[in-house]
């Protein structure tokens, strides 16, 4: 991230809500990364079973091909139907929320993905390139999805996504104040490039690995029809479908971390 003379946060000068930059986000954040198997190592090592909580005991991710299943950017209107799948598969996921015109359009959404056992987590307000804002603004972006999802589950995330992947030292103190820990993903099926559900299937399947984390967006048309042959495959593969809570267990996601694959 470039600042000016006057120490000023200066966006880049190409146009960074093109979903391309997703691969150029990953490979060059900037911010070093825990991985899930480093993450509970250290837990181990000191004996922390604190990370446990939430039925993540029940599996152990040391032992066990485990993968974390998440979506970005909803509640949209293919939700409930995602839900319905992941109900029947029995599959717990992580939803990655996005304030302004999902949550607070789609609050009883909201309140049945908590209500059903998966983990909310916050994607901020209005998707903005947080690496692009002042220290106020990422505040602004974060806190405002913390406050909606709390007002409606009665419980404040602990895990953020940033837009894009992008996040620097200052997302992190930020992040860290708010109590969020910073989550990316080893698998991401572009699913905003193409409305071929087999073709997003093959690329979730193509790339998937033990203590991996699969970016989908359950606001594209292509997206949940995959699903199902995505959860099918992989538990023929021999994985098991944890949250990201689950898949760092017993370690603990810490405020302003970053967890990476």
């Known amino acids: 991230m470039f600042r000016t003379k006057t120490g000023k946060r200066r966006a880049p000068a190409v146009a960074l809500l093109a ?79 996005l304030g302004s015109k999902h949550v607070d359009r789609y609050p009883k959404v909201v309140k049945r993905i908590s209500d059903e056992g998966h983990e909310v987590a916050n994607h901020t307000w209005t998707h903005r390139i947080l690496t692009d804002l002042e220290p106020g603004e990422v505040r602004e972006e974060l806190s405002r999805t913390q406050d909606a999802i709390e007002k409606i589950t009665g419980k404040r995330p602990t895990l953020m996504r940033p837009p894009q992947g992008r996040t620097d030292d200052t997302v992190s103190e930020v992040s860290r104040d708010l109590g969020l820990a910073q989550v ?49 495959e992989l538990k023929n593969r021999g994985f098991t479908f944890v949250t990201v809570p689950q898949l760092l267990a017993p370690g603990k996601a810490e405020p302003g971390a970053v967890y990476r694959p």
């Open 19 to 97: 979903a391309a930059s997703l691969v150029l986000a990953l490979s060059g954040c900037g911010v070093d990364s825990i991985s899930p198997g480093d993450a509970r190592g250290k837990a181990a090592a000191s004996d922390d079973k604190a990370g446990a909580a939430g039925g993540a005991g029940a599996v152990d991710c040391a032992k066990a091909k485990c993968i974390a299943l998440t979506f970005d950017a909803g509640p949209g209107k293919d939700t409930p139907h995602l839900l319905d799948v992941l109900k029947e598969k029995k599959v717990p996921a992580t939803f990655f929320l």
């Open 184 to 232: 990316l993903w080893s698998v991401t099926a572009k699913d905003y490039s193409t409305t071929d559900s087999e073709l997003i299937r093959q690329r979730v399947l193509d790339a998937s690995q033990g203590d991996g984390i699969i970016l989908l967006h359950d606001i594209y048309d292509g997206t949940v029809p995959a699903v199902p042959g995505i959860i099918d």
